[in-house]
T-cell receptor
Framework: KAGVTQTPRYLIKTRGQQVTLSCSPI?????VSWYQQTPGQGLQFLFE???????NKGNFPGRFSGRQFSNSRSEMNVSTLELGDSALYLC????????????FGPGTRLLVL | EDQVTQSPEALRLQEGESSSLNCSYTVSGLRGLFWYRQDPGKGPEFLFTLYSAGEEKEKERLKATLTKKESFLHITAPKPEDSATYLC???????????FGAGTTVTVRA
């Protein structure tokens, strides 16, 4: 079974721009979560989508948004990029049951100049 | 608020030198505790899920245990390929998200 895939793998943007990241979950998984990982803050939860509905949201500004499509693929958007948004953005998918394991993708490395 | 603390921050081992990593947690009801391994520049790789105190799981040189307040990841006779950052995460009963610890970076020298 193919794992979680994320595109693009690397991105370089400048301050003020916006960016869209994509995540395709494991086949059959309906839940997609997004995390931001930085050396200083570690892994921090952004939001989770289940069956196209946002089920949970972390403590990030409104510049961070997401959505999920009917095929469970998810996108994350960051508008008005700031230098501090440079990070590894990770997507994780999970099956139907909430206690199931989350499996992570390889991440998208975003550098904001 | 859920808290996950991992110790030590870094661990340098000689090949074959067994050791343990600690993950202590404070959560209002534990649905599950997860261990992941992360190599530089890659996404976390799932290792174990533990659901109740007293539970143990093993995989090759790794063994994870769980009590009501902490979890241990034991590395027996490690090899250089076990070098990685090991992350612990808790899934509370009243939430959908995982809360992660800062991780323990393990370096195994040949």
């Amino acid at each position: 079974k193919a794992g979680v895939t994320q595109t693009p793998r690397y991105l370089i943007k400048t301050r003020g721009q916006q960016v869209t990241l994509s995540c395709s979950p494991i086949s059959g998984h309906r839940s997609v979560s997004w995390y931001q990982q930085t050396p200083g803050q570690g892994l921090q939860f952004l939001f989770e989508y289940f069956s196209e509905t946002q089920r949970n949201k972390g403590n990030f500004p409104g510049r961070f948004s997401g959505r999920q499509f009917s095929n469970s693929r998810s996108e994350m958007n960051v508008s008005t990029l700031e230098l501090g948004d440079s990070a590894l953005y990770l997507c994780a998918s999970r099956g139907w049951a909430v206690q199931e394991t989350q499996y992570f993708g390889p991440g998208t490395r975003l550098l904001v100049l | 608020e859920d808290q996950v603390t991992q110790s030590p921050e870094a661990l340098r081992l000689q090949e074959g030198e067994s050791s343990s990593l600690n993950c202590s947690y404070t959560v209002s009801g534990l649905r599950g505790l997860f261990w992941y391994r992360q190599d530089p520049g890659k996404g976390p790789e799932f290792l174990f899920t533990l659901y109740s105190a007293g539970e143990e799981k093993e995989k090759e040189r790794l063994k994870a245990t769980l009590t009501k307040k902490e979890s241990f990841l034991h590395i027996t006779a490690p090899k250089p390929e076990d070098s990685a950052t090991y992350l612990c995460a808790v899934h509370p009963n009243n939430d959908y998200k995982l809360s992660f610890g800062a991780g323990t970076t393990v370096t195994v020298r040949a």
